[in-house]
């Protein structure tokens, strides 16, 4: 077999084995939840340096919240 034969047909079972697994919710919003409040982390972080907001604790976990949210609402 060669090698555009064999990565064509695992391509194509790659993309029906996607389309067919839902995966956990529970990992998905996880995930969502880390990455929204590294994000947060990032952008207050940047608010800061430039004078445009505090770097507090009350700040960062309203942005995660709020990109949390949106982007759960987004992929719904």
Do not use: C, K
């Not at 090698?3 to 919710?25: I, L, Y």
């Amino acid at each position: 077999m060669s090698e555009d034969e064999r990565s064509a047909g695992d391509e194509a079972g790659f993309t029906e084995a996607a389309e067919g697994t839902e995966g956990s919710p529970w990992v998905a919003q996880g995930i969502n939840a880390v990455l929204s409040t590294l994000f947060a982390l990032v952008v207050v972080g940047g608010l800061e340096f430039i004078g445009a907001a505090a770097f507090t604790l009350v700040n960062v976990a309203t942005a995660a919240v709020l990109i949390f949210t949106v982007s759960y609402v987004v992929t719904r």
